[in-house]
């Protein structure tokens, strides 16, 4: 069953996986909904009451009670399973997925990219490939939604939440932000740009590029006043994310104590080597052991006494909490999961 005119379109692999499940939710609510409230009506105008009738008493009818609990709970778990899978097909991204970096902020929406990149308002993509946004927020709780990707979380400060699609369709998508989040929250939108490979790769190479055509409405999109910040970023020679994160790295200290298994960064050791951390455990003082994930890095960095590392009694690396950005963060971050 579609509904084309009510829902947006599906222009992901997992959105149209997404939609059979919803339609087949709605289809089996209408079947249930016409069959008990159909017989119900049919039982009162049959059975109602007359002159002489004498309800029959009906019990004990075993193959009866034993179909109303096995195809109740064969029907919900068979959804439960189709959900599942549908859900974790949309929650763990390929391990090659680009990575792209989300900061919502009252009132717009940031993107940082690994060749050093940054727009504001825009998201561009590549078609057919698996893409991750890490996302953030630099004030209060906001939502990152993409209706014709299926695609929604919550991006809150502190702390990165992820998702990820592979786009089916080229053209503009509409982003929306999906939590109330101030007087201008209506405002919040973002055009996600899905761009063919030819484009993608001259948007790499720093080129800006003009207004696409909706996805949706399959017409040419008005030809909007470029946003600022693109213009500038298609004068200015990209540097990649990981190398702004290495001079972060320096102008901010972390170099005076860390080493970061590159030669020419000298041999701190005050505090221990980053090198090839990310994605390891960690062996805390407290005795846990927790990944070393994107959260994980930034919550160390803003407080070093939270995440304390076995065989240290107190730390001596001071609290970065409000000295570093979100997009210096970010950088910092491109840059530790860099080193190998
Ligand atoms: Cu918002």
Same mark, same amino acid.
């Given at each position: 069953?579609?509904?084309?005119?009510?829902?947006?379109?599906?222009?992901?692999?997992?959105?149209?996986?997404?939609?059979?499940?919803?339609?087949?939710?709605?289809?089996?609510?209408?079947?249930?909904?016409?069959?008990?409230?159909?017989?119900?009506?049919?039982?009162?105008?049959?059975?109602?009451?007359?002159?002489?009738?004498?309800?029959?008493?009906?019990?004990?009818?075993?193959?009866?009670?034993?179909?109303?609990?096995?195809?109740?709970?064969?029907?919900?778990?068979?959804?439960?399973?189709?959900?599942?899978?549908?859900?974790?097909?949309?929650?763990?991204?390929?391990?090659?997925?680009?990575?792209?970096?989300?900061?919502?902020?009252?009132?717009?929406?940031?993107?940082?990219?690994?060749?050093?990149?940054?727009?504001?308002?825009?998201?561009?993509?590549?078609?057919? *490939?698996?893409?991750?946004?890490?996302?953030?927020?630099?004030?209060?709780?906001?939502?990152?939604?993409?209706p014709?990707?299926?695609?929604?979380?919550?991006?809150?400060?502190?702390?990165?939440?992820?998702?990820?699609?592979?786009?089916?369709?080229?053209?503009?998508h509409q982003v929306f932000?999906?939590?109330?989040?101030?007087?201008?929250?209506?405002?919040?939108l973002?055009k996600?740009?899905?761009?063919?490979?030819?484009?993608?790769?001259?948007?790499?190479?720093? *080129?800006?590029?003009?207004?696409?055509?909706?996805?949706?409405?399959?017409?040419?999109?008005?030809?909007?006043?470029?946003?600022?910040?693109?213009?500038?970023?298609?004068?200015?020679?990209?540097?990649?994310?990981?190398?702004?994160?290495?001079?972060?790295?320096?102008? *901010?200290?972390?170099?005076?104590?860390?080493?970061?298994?590159?030669?020419?960064?000298?041999?701190?050791?005050?505090?221990?080597?980053?090198?090839?951390?990310?994605?390891?455990?960690?062996?805390?003082?407290?005795?846990?052991?927790?990944?070393?994930?994107?959260?994980?890095?930034?919550?160390?960095?803003?407080?070093?006494?939270?995440?304390?590392? *076995?065989?240290?009694?107190?730390?001596?690396?001071?609290?970065?909490?409000?000295?570093?950005?979100?997009?210096?963060?970010?950088?910092?971050?491109?840059?530790?999961?860099?080193?190998?």
């Open positions: 069953m579609q509904f084309p005119n009510l829902m947006p379109i599906a222009a992901t692999d997992a959105a149209v996986r997404w939609n059979s499940l919803y339609n087949f939710l709605l289809g089996i609510s209408v079947f249930f909904f016409v069959l008990v409230i159909g017989a119900m009506i049919l039982f009162i105008i049959k059975y109602r009451a007359r002159e002489g009738a004498k309800t029959f008493y009906f019990r004990d009818h075993h193959f009866l009670e034993a179909c109303f609990i096995a195809i109740p709970t064969i029907l919900l778990l068979g959804i439960f399973g189709w959900g599942y899978s549908v859900y974790n097909s949309m929650m763990r991204p390929p391990a090659d997925a680009l990575e792209i970096h989300v900061i919502g902020k009252q009132w717009l929406w940031q993107f940082q990219y690994d060749n050093g990149r940054t727009t504001i308002g825009n998201l561009y993509v590549p078609l057919n *490939k698996p893409v991750k946004l890490i996302m953030t927020s630099q004030d209060v709780i906001h939502d990152f939604f993409i014709n990707f299926r695609v929604k979380s919550d991006v809150v400060p502190g702390m990165y939440t992820s998702v990820w699609f592979e786009a089916r369709v080229p053209g503009e932000c999906g939590m109330y989040c101030g007087t201008s929250h209506s405002q919040m973002a996600l740009v899905v761009l063919n490979d030819q484009q993608w790769a001259e948007f790499q190479r720093g *080129k800006k590029i003009g207004p696409q055509p909706d996805a949706r409405l399959n017409l040419a999109a008005e030809d909007t006043t470029a946003d600022p910040s693109e213009a500038q970023a298609a004068t200015i020679e990209p540097v990649s994310l990981a190398t702004q994160g290495r001079a972060v790295f320096e102008t *901010k200290g972390c170099v005076s104590c860390h080493s970061a298994g590159d030669p020419t960064h000298g041999g701190a050791n005050i505090g221990p080597s980053l090198a090839g951390i990310f994605g390891k455990n960690a062996a805390l003082q407290d005795g846990q052991t927790i990944r070393r994930d994107e959260s994980y890095l930034r919550q160390v960095i803003e407080q070093p006494q939270s995440h304390l590392l *076995k065989g240290y009694q107190q730390s001596v690396m001071p609290t970065f909490k409000g000295l570093i950005s979100e997009t210096e963060m970010n950088s910092l971050i491109a840059y530790i999961k860099s080193l190998k």
